[in-house]
């Protein structure tokens, strides 16, 4: 392992400043082995969320009272949950409820953070130091604890609106479950990288092209959007990717506290918190119940963590 | 720096204000109403109003706020209304912050005497073995869910289970590292705090391994040290000298860390 | 090259530290291990012909250690169990189980529940009631005292009631437990000075007068609104003054730690039969793995849980010996509200009554923890009327009746709303809900809510906004007014169901005020059919304690009531 390590990009050296950034990128990525499996884990989680109605045997909410807590066997493959459920498809079905948190999570995030963040960085000022402030406020709570309050204290807020106003089916069908936890870890992700993407923007702002373009008389926007970002994309790119990790596992922790969202709908969080008080006494009968959906969830935040730290790495290549 | 720090702290109070609004406001138009969860299912409408007004929820929000925010500024924070009714909030909090001091300075202390040298070695010896085990154990130790790890570490510390040491024919347990299960504090001394302190400062370690190699990796490749170590100069010296202001941001950065990683061990002991 | 042995020297430095620390750490480790292991012999040394020695202390091959440890406790006569967070322990701010449970060992009243749930003198050694049942004569015991020795007289009722009736004290009982009393609601209101109900006659004579003949007045009084309080330690002592509370009950309360432990001590003089005999009662507030600490013998009493009780009810289990299992006085109900549509419908009321199949929800979702509700009044509630009569359920006729309802084929969307213990739906709801889907062809969305929420939303029964919901009932006091009238007469805040039937509300005041026993109780039971007719409400559990009890605890009660009950204990020696 270590020689692998150690001795590979430093052999294909040559090859790899032959090619566009991107392609460089992406070869370092490959070469670093925890990254790309980690790669490949994410792929397959967000294949799996896609075509989870395909690849599930069973109805996730399917109950068969008859048949609770089976072992896992060829029937049901993770076994049967104390509903008798069948776990493999609630587990795909959570895989669904997880991706697509993570995606709209990264989406609000992106359209907060990026922009209020370039503003901040290219302005200066009292613009910057507004928005700033914004997210020293947001920082002042530690971890996820303004998370949980938000979610716990909006949430039911959410829901008596939206009955009170014609929109009972959102409310019943769980998508305002989905609609608070994106809100609120999307109101809290956005600070970190607006920060991030602050100072890129200051690192970059002095340089040559930028000051020369600025001179020239170039609109402000123009700048930003056509000298500024693109030289910031790389390590925004990175941050978002390493940011999904903590996304999953935010929403894990929520539903597992029961503030996110709510079983018959499946989230990794929800399956273990449903099932954990009956794995507790029968250990190791029903092992499953907690150690499969919790395998999988350290697995893909694992996965997105290592994805992660390869492409941090992969962008800042080897000094010497 | 001090024309920069200065900024900041004058902003301080700024920021806590709106802290403060907010986090009352959340608690205030919260679910439900303190009133309503202390009468349970023996409300009726006239006591609901009786009490609404004996303790002022019926005052527009500003009054509540500034009645709040006066109070707490002379140290008054109010008595509890529900959980712990009439006791001070202030007393509540105090009874309860030298543990969680102890138990995180004690996580703080394992963490960076474990975590800077490694993050230090691993940095000197990027892409080596040494750097790649401590890299990818870190990411694990930052992003494995606790409440997978929890079940986990509770099952291999229950006394139930006992583990067979393989050169002598004693058994032993880690059941007495289980923490809160005597229901006391016992101090950092005793093995109850075993569990929280090592989850704790596992996530420490994780933290500030991360934080020194990347900081040792960004001062090799300045230049002065490039310079430094081609004429055969203490690596050493310079680069830890170049990155005293960044220790004191990381060390400064503690309180906030400090307080969500032992959120993390408070989860853990409560589940 | 030279950089080379620089490095080298360093990562040599730095190795040692890492190395020394690691080192230390273990040491350290080892430290605690040996550290948290004194305490256990340092409890079980000193006592005289105990078991444990340091060097005996290996459990012998089969012999589970909790076995060593056991007659330590016993020797010690300390007794431990896991307890709840107490919200306060001032008896008239007292409105739930966990306060109550302290509150009744430290303080005590006039009168109090004996083992057997009835009303028995405690510091009144005996009552006379008028001829028109509205006005009671207590007479004091003489030799009652506060903990620090003082005797307690009729002012010291008097002074107890006003302060409960005082509405800066806000306390929320007041009216539900001392409402009846003639001017306590006027004094709560600020439109009275003092309670004129309450008289002191002499030092040991105390006259009460309520509105109405009430038959389960006397219960009432039973509850810790009513207990006695000391005037000099509540004005000393301030807002917390029950940090050092000087009460009249079995035990005094000698440390409470918040988060961590209560301890009580018994009470030497205590005035009633038989005296405390366990000397110290300590409640582990920790929640958590009190089964484990049971296990391991650290407690000498546990309740079992959902997750533990297939293990203890299993015949071949060593705890299923010390397993006792009792009725509680509560009953979980599903609610139809009666004001809405569809369960305005009597009929679909009885179909969605009918589609649910109790049995089997209970045998596998509840794992036989609660038995099934054929009734409202749950057992071991005086006038409970057992019934032989198997829990209906019968799809086919459910089917039926949905399809005779006005709302045949054009059935509204149906949500039941919930809370949920921790948050999330419960699974006995989620299963309930498959069961309308299956039997009924229904779909019933659910709709979980926080608690704060759903019972600000049920205490103003005229705008509840939910269909239909699950609730339990624990019963205050042992009468079945409690559940009857409290949760079916038209008008009461809690009749969640907002079930109206004059019929029942005229044989409900009847029974309220009839002074025969015999002839109250076949009220409430014919009452009860008449309402169980209507299906305002499904009857759906009837909840039981579980507790685990170390064979060495003689009488320890389980009563489904909280009663005073730890001067009853004892522990084999």
Redesign the interface.
């Known amino acids: 392992m270590a020689s692998a390590h150690t001795a590979l990009p430093r052999q294909s050296k040559i090859n790899l400043r032959a090619r566009s950034p991107w392609a460089q990128l992406f070869m370092r990525l490959v070469r670093n082995v925890p990254a790309f499996i980690g790669l490949l884990f994410v792929l397959a989680f967000f294949l799996v969320a896609i075509f989870a109605n395909v690849l599930s045997p069973y109805s996730y909410d399917k109950q068969d009272l008859d048949n609770v807590e089976k072992p896992p066997s060829a029937l049901h493959l993770a076994g049967t949950d104390t509903l008798g459920r069948d776990m493999l498809s609630r587990l795909i079905y959570g895989t669904r409820s997880s991706a697509f948190v993570v995606l709209l999570v990264t989406a609000v995030n992106l359209l907060l953070g990026v922009p209020l963040g370039a503003i901040a960085g290219y302005f200066g000022g009292a613009v910057d130091n507004f928005i700033m402030r914004v997210a020293d406020i947001l920082f002042a709570f530690p971890g996820l604890l303004f998370t949980f309050l938000i979610a716990a204290t909006v949430r039911p807020a959410i829901l008596d609106w939206a009955r009170a106003n014609g929109l009972g089916d959102l409310a019943r069908t769980g998508y305002l479950d989905y609609a608070v936890v994106i809100l609120a870890l999307g109101l809290i992700g956005w600070a970190g990288l607006a920060r991030f993407v602050r100072a890129q923007v200051l690192a970059v702002k002095e340089r040559e092209y930028v000051v020369s373009a600025r001179s020239t008389g170039v609109p402000t926007s123009k700048v930003i959007l056509r000298h500024i970002l693109p030289n910031a994309l790389a390590p925004i790119i990175v941050m978002l990717s390493m940011g999904m990790g903590f996304i999953a596992l935010s929403e894990g922790y929520l539903s597992f506290l029961g503030i996110g969202l709510q079983p018959p709908n499946p989230s990794w969080g929800n399956i273990m918190a449903e099932n954990a008080g009956r794995y507790w006494r029968r250990y190791p009968e029903m092992l499953w119940l907690v150690f499969i959906p919790g395998l999988l969830f350290t697995i893909i935040v694992l996965a997105f963590s290592f994805l992660g730290d390869g492409l941090n790495e992969a962008l800042n290549p080897e000094i010497d | 720096m001090a024309a920069h720090i200065i900024r900041r702290l004058i902003w301080l109070p700024v920021v806590l204000f709106f802290v403060s609004v907010i986090t009352f406001a959340l608690g205030l138009y919260g679910p439900g109403n303190p009133v309503t969860v202390m009468l349970g299912l023996h409300a009726t409408p006239d006591t609901i109003a009786r009490l609404n007004q004996e303790y002022g929820f019926d005052q527009p929000f500003h009054v509540q706020y500034l009645h709040y925010i006066g109070n707490a500024l002379q140290g008054n924070f109010g008595y509890s209304l529900v959980k712990y009714r009439d006791q001070p909030v202030g007393r509540l909090i105090a009874e309860r912050l030298p543990v969680t001091m102890q138990l995180n300075l004690l996580a703080l202390i394992i963490g960076s005497v474990l975590g800077i040298p490694l993050g230090i070695l691993a940095g000197l010896y990027r892409n080596s073995w040494f750097d790649w085990s401590v890299r990818t154990l870190s990411l694990i130790a930052v992003s494995i869910p606790i409440i997978f790890l929890m079940p986990v570490l509770l099952f291999v510390f229950s006394r139930q289970h006992e583990i067979i040491l393989s050169f002598s024919n004693s058994k032993f347990t880690l059941g007495p590292f289980l923490p809160m299960v005597a229901g006391r504090w016992e101090g950092i001394f005793s093995g109850k705090i075993v569990l929280p302190v090592l989850i704790e400062s596992l996530g420490f370690i994780a933290i500030l391994t991360r934080q020194m190699r990347a900081g040792m990796i960004d001062v090799l490749g300045q230049d002065y040290v490039r310079t430094a170590r081609a004429k055969g100069s203490w690596v050493c010296r310079s680069a830890v000298w170049s990155r005293a202001r960044s220790w004191l941001k990381i060390f400064l950065a503690f309180p906030a860390s400090a307080v969500s990683r032992s959120k993390r061990s408070i989860r853990a002991s409560t589940m | 090259m030279?950089?080379k042995s620089?490095?080298r020297w360093?990562?040599g430095v730095?190795v040692i530290?890492?190395v020394a620390?690691?080192g230390a750490?273990c040491v350290g480790?080892g430290?605690?291990?040996f550290?948290?292991?004194q305490?256990t012999t340092a409890q079980t040394s000193p006592v005289p012909g105990g078991v444990s020695t340091p060097g005996s202390s290996?459990p012998k091959p089969g012999a589970p250690p909790a076995a060593t440890r056991a007659p330590s406790s016993a020797a010690r006569n300390v007794l431990r169990l896991p307890g709840e967070?107490p919200?306060?322990l001032?008896p008239a701010?007292t409105?739930?189980a966990s306060s109550a449970e302290y509150v009744v060992e430290i303080f005590s009243g006039l009168v109090m529940l004996d083992k057997n749930l009835k009303v028995a003198p405690d510091i009144a050694e005996g009552w006379k009631v008028s001829e028109d049942g509205k006005t009671y004569t207590f007479t004091l015991r003489k030799d009652a005292r506060f903990h620090d020795g003082r005797p307690v007289t009729a002012q010291d009722f008097k002074y107890s009631i006003e302060r409960t009736a005082n509405?800066?004290l806000?306390s929320?009982?007041a009216?539900?437990y001392l409402g009846d009393i003639v001017g306590v609601k006027e004094k709560?209101?600020r439109k009275a000075q003092a309670v004129d109900g309450v008289k002191v006659i002499d030092d040991y004579t105390v006259e009460i007068k309520i509105d109405a003949p009430k038959a389960y007045f006397l219960a009432k009084l039973t509850f810790p609104t009513a207990y006695i309080v000391d005037k000099n330690n509540v004005e000393r002592g301030g807002?917390?003054w029950?940090d050092k509370p000087n009460g009249t009950g079995p035990y005094k309360l000698q440390e409470y730690?918040?988060?961590?432990?209560i301890i009580l001590a018994k009470n030497d003089n205590f005035y009633l039969d038989p005296k405390p005999t366990v000397a110290t009662v300590e409640y582990?507030?920790?929640g958590?793995?009190a089964?484990?600490?049971y296990?391991?013998g650290?407690m000498e009493v546990v309740p079992v849980?959902?997750?533990?009780i297939?293990?203890v009810s299993d015949p071949a289990s060593p705890l299923n010996k010390e397993l006792y299992t009792g009725p509680r006085l509560s009953t979980g109900f599903v609610v139809f509200n009666t004001r809405k549509p569809p369960f305005d419908d009597p009929k679909v009321r009885q179909a969605f009554a009918l589609a649910i199949d109790r049995q089997?929800l209970v045998d596998?979702?509840y794992r036989k923890m609660p038995s099934v509700a054929t009734t409202i009044l749950p057992p071991g509630m005086p006038g409970y009327k057992e019934s032989d009569a198997k829990p209906a359920f019968d799809a086919a006729k459910a089917k039926q009746l949905l399809a005779e309802s006005k709302y045949a084929g054009k059935l509204p969307?149906v949500?039941w709303t919930t809370t949920?213990g921790?948050?999330?739906?419960p699974?006995g709801i989620?299963?309930m809900a498959?069961m309308l889907k299956e039997n009924l062809g229904v779909n019933v969305?659910?709709?979980?809510?926080?608690?704060?929420?759903f019972?600000?939303q049920?205490?103003?029964p005229a705008k509840n906004?939910y269909q239909i919901f699950d609730?339990g009932?624990i019963a205050d006091y042992a009468d079945p007014e409690n559940f009857l009238s409290i949760l079916f007469r038209s008008g009461s805040?809690?009749n969640w169901a907002a079930y109206s039937n004059p019929e029942v509300d005229k044989i409900l005041d009847q029974a309220g005020s009839e002074k025969d026993l015999t002839k109250r109780f076949a009220l409430y039971q014919q009452v009860e059919q008449m309402i169980l007719a209507d299906n305002p409400v499904l009857p759906l559990t009837f909840e039981r304690e579980y507790w685990l009890t170390k064979p060495y605890v003689k009488d320890m009660l389980y009563p489904p009531l909280i009663i005073p009950r730890l001067r009853y204990v004892s522990l084999a020696k």
Not at chain 3, 257 to 261: E, P, T
Not at chain 3, 422 to 425: C, F, M, S
């Open positions: 030279a950089e620089d490095n360093l990562i730095v530290l890492v620390l690691v750490v480790a430290a605690l291990l550290l948290s292991q305490p290996a967070e919200p306060t001032d701010l409105g739930d509405p800066a806000a929320h009982t009216e539900t709560l209101n807002r917390t029950t730690v918040r988060g961590q432990r582990i507030l920790a958590g793995s089964m484990t600490m296990e391991n650290d849980g959902l997750s533990d297939e293990r089997k596998v979702v969307e949500t949920g921790g948050g999330t739906t699974q989620q299963a498959a969305s659910i709709q979980q809510t926080d608690w704060a929420t019972i600000g049920l205490n103003d906004p609730i009932w805040t809690q």
